[in-house]
């Protein structure tokens, strides 16, 4: 039987690249990866990864998240988030794990907790 057309492929990334604005909310099961910017809320069961050059201008939930570029908003990340040495992120932020590398900014709050914590 063939496979059906609406199936999500988990090895399929969502790419917002360099020089795409996007203004809305985003909602996806699979991975994002944005070199771009989006203004509006991001919501995906599966990685999130905003490279040095992408912006992020609103709330973010994801399972987890590496942010090398920028990010203002609150973040719910259920496992990881990791800030990269370019980063510059402004929100508070609720997470399983934070990882932060130096040389990254980051002002807000930052709750540390499992899984249940990042629902609110």
């Known amino acids: 039987m063939a496979k059906e057309i609406n ?6 990334i969502n790419l917002i690249a360099k020089g795409t604005k996007i203004t809305g909310d985003l909602i996806s099961d699979g991975d994002i990866r944005i070199d771009g910017e ?7 069961r599966g ?3 905003i490279g040095a050059s992408g912006k992020l201008v609103g709330e973010i939930r994801c ?3 590496e942010i090398a570029g920028t990010q203002l908003g609150k973040l719910f990340i259920q496992e990881l988030l990791s800030l990269k040495g370019t980063s510059h992120v402004s929100g508070d932020l ?13 002002a ?7 899984e249940s914590s990042t629902n609110e």
């Open 7 to 12: 199936e999500i492929n988990p090895q399929v």
């Open 38 to 44: 989006l203004m509006g809320n991001l919501e995906t």
């Open 47 to 49: 990685r999130l990864v």
């Open 63 to 65: 399972r987890s998240c």
């Open 94 to 106: 609720i997470t399983g794990k934070l990882s932060i590398e130096p040389g990254a900014f980051f």
């Open 108 to 114: 807000g709050t930052c709750t540390m907790g499992d």
